[in-house]
């Protein structure tokens, strides 16, 4: 893949899991938008500390952000709602 090239996902998370928006070892990506069908907790992680900056209720986008994600230091989704959820994103390959 190449700078400027899109990446996104679309999953359905289980209830208490998360979307993992982590690119490959040696890529880096600028996610833009993260898309819920319900409830959900963002986390700054870097595979053992979790940072919690933000949480909804309902379904909705975190629309034009720049959350910059490497292999080692990403954003996470957590489905805090009870039941399977679908969760996705979009945002561009930065390096």
Not at 4 to 26: C, F
Not at 30 to 56: C, K, M, P, R, W
């Amino acid at each position: 893949m190449a700078v400027g090239d899109v990446k996104s996902g679309l999953s359905s998370v289980n209830a208490s899991a998360y979307l993992d928006i982590q690119p490959p070892s040696g890529e880096e990506w600028v996610i833009h938008n993260i898309f819920h069908e319900s409830d959900v907790q963002l986390e700054f992680y870097d595979g053992t500390n979790a940072l919690v900056f933000d949480t909804d209720t309902g379904a909705g986008v975190y629309a034009k952000y720049a959350f910059h994600v490497t292999n080692t230091r990403r954003v996470r989704v957590k489905n805090t709602a009870t039941t399977p959820k679908l969760i996705g994103y979009d945002g561009v390959q930065s390096k």
